[in-house]
């Protein structure tokens, strides 16, 4: 909703010389003596938008003292120099109801960080976080085992699978917390450039960091953090559906992944919904991986990338299955293989079964896993352990997995 300010600007000098030359200038005629008083005034209005502000910030444009009044920082002009770019950057501990705000680290941070989100009108539906920067201590690696597991339950009668912690973040973990919906998975490591979608609620969301002690994992001194959340109303067009934890659109061609792959190891107890919006023209995505380190989960100790349903993203009828992690492309096909369409839509192991390089013509060869299944995501399930194939296969990654949409099998 747009609130509109109004700037005054009175010249008395040019009220006096007009009171000065009424008797020179006999001639003025009452209309004319009006106009003169009604120029006297200039009204200037401007909606309070998004703006871009210095070291590429963004912020809302208001007038100079109603910025200051909000706490926020002059960043620049707005509104052809009629306003500000009014900045916003809160750290632990803040509220803040103004959409674009910054979350940033100022070092030193220890135990409970908090930011609360609320909205800043009452028909906000969604959150988006951006991290500019996002740095905290990462998983453990660790590869000793602890204990056994049947079916997913730590220590259960008759439990044999060997696990060990590694994939669990253990000292830091970055939560956000929403009342009235389905909280995104809690996440560690480094994950600069990546983002995440989250139902707002009405009652206000909260960012919740916490920073351990002692360092169980990898990455341990580099916490620093710059996110930046903005709010979506409800009539928004480009909203993410729903369920999704980030959402891709604006290019027939990008790159997705798993949190914390720049870290090196996949985080345990994750279920990432990654969205792609379908552009124009096309009705079909392809997933190929560049290097055999982009794709590295769970199951067969082998190279193999295709597992069967009761290979991976369960443990079996039995409770035995060789481990839980993997990857979930809903109405996958390889297209040299269009008869096994569907067959074949979770994944794990390594990437040898999809392993491939894109085109100098920007199109992908055949070693590449498609789908026509509309919407287009990509699903990444984990459990809170590591058993024991991939305990044998030492530190999974997770994804990386670049996507090139086509119009290739369009029926127009």
Known sequence: MLRYFQLLLVI??????????????????????????????????????????????????Y??????????????????????CCTFTESCGATSNENCTYFESSGGEIGACQLKICPCSDNICQLRLDFNQFMITGPSTSTVIVSAHKGGVIG?????????????????????????????????G???????????????????????????????????????????????????????????????MDTVQTYNFAGGQHLANQDQNI??????????????????SDFMTSGMATKMAIAKPSSCCGYGTAGTGTNFDCVIIPGALNPAMLSM????????????G???TISTVGSMMSKTICTDRQPFNIRFLSDAFEGDMEILMGVMSGFKLTYLQTSNGCNN
């Open 156 to 188: 259960a009668p008759g439990a044999t699978k060997p696990i060990s912690l590694a994939s669990r973040c253990l000292t830091d973990t970055f939560s956000v917390l929403t009342p009235s919906g389905q909280s995104p998975p809690s996440i560690c």
């Open 354 to 356: 999809i392993q491939n």
């Open 190 to 252: 480094i994950n600069t450039g990546e983002h995440m979608y989250v139902d707002s609620s009405a009652t206000c969301n909260d960012l919740v960091f916490q920073l351990g002690n002692t360092a169980q994992g990898t990455g341990v001194g580099q916490r620093q953090w710059s996110i930046k959340f903005t709010q979506y109303n409800c009539d928004y067009p480009n909203l993410a559906p729903d369920g999704c934890t980030q959402y891709y659109f604006g290019a027939s």
């Open 275 to 292: 969205c792609i919006r379908r552009e124009r023209g096309n009705c079909r995505i392809c997933y190929a991986t560049v290097m055999e």
């Open 341 to 352: 369409q569907g067959m074949f839509s979770q994944f794990c192991g390594r990437s040898a």
């Open 63 to 84: 007038t100079a003292d109603e910025c200051t009044s909000k706490g926020g920082t002059n960043a620049g002009t707005c509104a052809q120099g009629y306003g500000v």
């Open 12 to 61: 008395i000098f040019v009220g006096l010389s007009a009171v000065s030359s009424r008797d020179s200038k006999s001639s003025d005629t009452p209309a004319d003596r009006e106009g003169k008083l009604l120029s006297l005034f200039q009204i200037v209005r401007f909606p309070n938008e998004p703006c871009i502000g210095q070291a590429s910030k963004n912020g809302t444009c």
